[in-house]
């Protein structure tokens, strides 16, 4: 009893001078605030990466519009009706290359305005929608949903995004 006592004297703090904060849930000590702040910048830097990589493959408004040869109005309308997935990156809309298909529906990959509706609504950014198409899903044979829907896979595309939030 007396071992178990001072074991708990510890975790609090109790005698060293300073108090060790104890989680309510598992009763184990807390990390200090230094290695909770070094934890958070390392977030803070993982999701910069994951935005760059994201963002590495886009083309601009003015640039899908001279490769879908029609106005720049028109691709932002696109993009407002979800028949174009587009992300602000500074300002100005970026659009992810993998969604453009020359033998598609207006240019795009078949399906993609179908998986867009079904996304509209979902607790997902712009750029979390593009790291959603991007990333392999179980459900989609370890594919990206981007790579399914290039496959033809629009029906477990649209099944997989309404999941999204669930």
Do not use: C, Y
Not at 29 to 37: E, F, G, H, K, S
Not at 60 to 89: C, F, M, N, P, W
């Amino acid at each position: 009893m007396a071992e178990a006592s001072e074991t708990l004297a510890r975790t609090l703090g109790v005698g060293s001078g300073r108090r060790q904060r104890v989680s309510p849930v598992t009763g184990g000590p807390l990390p200090d605030q230094t290695v909770i702040a070094a934890a958070r910048r390392r977030n803070l830097q993982r999701a910069f990466q994951a935005r760059h990589e994201a963002l590495a493959d886009t083309m601009t408004v003015a640039e899908v519009a001279a490769l879908l040869g029609t106005g720049r109005q028109a691709i932002h309308d696109r993009v407002r009706a979800h028949s174009l997935l587009a992300v602000k990156d500074q300002g100005r809309l970026r659009l992810p290359e993998w969604q453009f298909d020359p033998g598609g529906p207006n240019g795009t990959v078949p399906g993609l305005p179908e998986v867009l509706r079904e996304l509209d609504g979902r607790p997902l950014s712009e750029l979390g929608r593009v790291l959603w198409f991007t990333g392999p899903k179980p459900a989609l044979r370890d594919r990206s949903p981007a790579a399914a829907l290039a496959d033809g896979a629009l029906d477990d595309v649209l099944a997989e995004a309404r999941t999204v939030g669930a």
